[in-house]
């Protein structure tokens, strides 16, 4: 099994970044997390999330079912569905799963899976620039940006233990970056 896992502080531009690599290098596929969250207007149950009640979220967790899980906010977990992962790396038109996850799951992840899997963090210029971009894309309250900057701080603190880190500054060039990342984890997994 190979796994690809990208993660970034909310608004670093990961979600671009992840479409354009899931386009420009064949054979990918993602992982739909499971969350405790409210669906945003034009999410989808199985799509972006498997959206579950709390009580669904900690029956899963103590059947087992996850491969990792965290409380990313206070009262909202995010897991990683065990079955889905290994539903995916069975298929044999896939040479690599690929996981949106927050950085202690993506830590864990590394410290499960070794060699087979490939930590990329997706860090913005700067705590400015992320700033801007929560602001101008309107789907969090005020007090959830502020939550979310906080948040990014403490994420930024881990950036060195991931196998790279790619700087959205430019995104054509970020996308080149990711894109030879995974490139070359595929080749070096002879997948
Ligand atoms: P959002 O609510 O913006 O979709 O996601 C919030 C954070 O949760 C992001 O950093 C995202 O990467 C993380 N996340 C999503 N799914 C998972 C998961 O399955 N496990 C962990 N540990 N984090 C996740």
Not at 30 to 55: I, K, M, N, Q, W
């Amino acid at each position: 099994m190979n796994l690809i896992v990208l993660t970034a502080p909310s608004g670093a531009g990961k979600t671009t970044i992840a479409r354009r690599l899931m386009a420009e290098v064949g054979g990918l596929q993602f992982s739909v997390s499971a969350t405790t969250r409210d669906p945003r207007p034009a999410e989808r149950h199985g799509v972006d999330y498997f959206f579950l009640s709390p009580d669904a979220f900690r029956e899963r967790l103590a059947a087992g079912d996850f491969l990792e899980h965290e409380e990313v906010y206070p009262g909202r977990f995010y897991g990683t569905l065990r079955q889905e992962v290994e539903r995916i790396a069975q298929r044999e038109d896939v040479r690599a799963v690929v996981l949106d996850i927050d950085v202690k799951g993506a830590i864990n992840v590394k410290r499960l899976y070794g060699d087979a899997a490939r930590t990329l963090f997706i860090a913005p210029p700067s705590l400015t620039a992320l700033a801007d971009r929560l602001h101008s894309r309107g789907t969090e309250t005020e007090a959830q940006v502020a939550m979310r900057l906080e948040r990014a701080k403490m994420e930024m603190s881990y950036a060195h233990e991931f196998d790279a880190t790619v700087v959205n500054d430019e995104l054509e060039a970020a996308v080149a970056e990711t894109v030879a990342q995974v490139e070359a984890f595929l080749e070096q997994r002879g997948a």
